[in-house]
């Protein structure tokens, strides 16, 4: 059983994939790391951020081992800089 989820991106994860949002569907019990395994998977581009940046689940960062839930509001965080 398979369970759909849409993983939001910012900043320069947005540029390498080229949209906002993303259409994911998971194995169930579907997890954190599964998001990141599938999203670099689909999107090479997008693959070297992603040791770098963090997942939030509902806004709250998360471990790989998180499962989710249908209806969770997933985002790919990458890291920020500035002066």
């Keep these: 059983m398979s369970e759909a989820f849409t993983v939001r991106l910012f900043g320069p ?6 949209a906002a949002e993303v259409a994911l569907s998971l194995a169930s019990p579907a997890t954190a790391g599964a998001v990141v395994t599938s999203l670099a ?13 963090r997942v939030a689940v509902n806004r709250a960062y998360v471990e790989a ?19």
């Design 13 to 18: 994860a947005r540029e390498a994939v080229g």
């Design 41 to 53: 998977r689909l999107h090479p581009a997008l693959a070297p951020l992603l040791p770098r940046s």
């Design 65 to 83: 081992a998180t499962r989710l839930d249908p209806g969770d509001e997933i985002a790919i965080i990458p890291p920020v800089s500035g002066g």
